[in-house]
């Protein structure tokens, strides 16, 4: 007699099984776990209230992430998350590097941070938003890829940011995406920024993966980098069957804790895109 999955190995199986296929029924899920039906289904009705999948007629599927909503609607988006990430982020900052980072709204938190450190930085960034901040403090050499601007990201990219990118050496590039799977590692919703984060990879000594929770089960369009590419991982999850198939591929993970005083500390200390001139 075959035993039974647990609970945690038969969730993460399913999840396993959708970043593969995207889609899946109740029924052909049902069989491949060897559990009931009704099983499945309250399997597939706990990953989707904890945000993993949309569950659809009959079955599930992955859930799409918020890459096509406009800057100023996803800055908001897992805020707490995005800031004690950041905050993680901020150990691996030694006086006198380089890094790259791209755009994204996980990245503009770490700007954020950023902009109170007193040591000498360079910094090349394709983040319209994150290097306004960063050219606020006299310590850092702040460089934007010069590119074709996307409005709705804030964000420049094209064949001349790849050039400009392609002319540097970063130390570590820290690089926020729309998903990441240890299947598929980091994608994109748009070409142009998955190309962005790849030149910025391959340039860089390190790269470090600054990805929130509702990420982790997502694949987008356009693939950028395997986990083979990415040395670390920082989030901030509870769920142990998120983690733990990164940690099977040798990948560092770091789990920030969501500390609700340094998010709101950290907010405070806000520089916004509309109040710069």
Request: proline share 1%; aromatic share 6%.
């Amino acid at each position: 007699m075959t035993r039974e999955l647990d609970t945690f190995t038969r969730r993460s199986i399913i999840l396993k099984k959708l970043n593969f296929e995207n889609s899946k029924s109740v029924f052909s899920l049902s069989k491949e776990c060897n559990v009931s039906l009704a099983t499945i289904r309250r399997d597939l009705n706990a990953l989707e209230k904890e945000g993993s999948l949309l569950r659809t007629h009959g079955g599930a599927t992955l859930k799409s992430s918020a890459s096509n909503q406009r800057f100023t609607t996803r800055e908001n988006i897992s805020k707490e998350e995005k800031i004690q990430i950041a905050h993680s982020a901020l150990e691996f900052i030694k006086p006198g590097i380089s890094i790259a980072m791209n755009d994204g709204t996980t990245n503009y938190y770490f700007s954020k941070l950023l902009l109170n450190l007193k040591k000498n930085l360079t910094i090349i960034t394709s983040g319209i938003n994150t290097a306004i901040v960063l050219s606020e403090n006299k310590n850092f050499l702040c460089y934007l890829a010069g590119g074709q601007v996307k409005n709705s990201v804030l964000a420049t990219s094209g064949s001349h940011a790849e050039n400009m990118i392609e002319s540097y050496n970063p130390d570590i590039a820290f690089i926020s995406a729309d998903g990441f799977t240890p299947q598929q590692g980091l994608t994109f919703a748009y070409e142009g920024e998955a190309n962005i984060a790849k030149k910025m990879i391959k340039r860089s000594k390190k790269s470090i993966a600054l990805i929130t929770e509702e990420k982790l089960n997502i694949i987008e369009n356009i693939s950028s980098a395997s986990c083979k590419e990415v040395d670390i991982l920082i989030t901030c999850s509870k769920k142990d069957y998120l983690l733990k198939p990164f940690k099977e591929k040798k990948m560092k993970v770091i789990n920030a804790k969501i500390n609700k005083k340094t998010a709101k500390d950290s907010n405070s200390n806000v520089i916004k895109f509309n109040d710069a001139r």
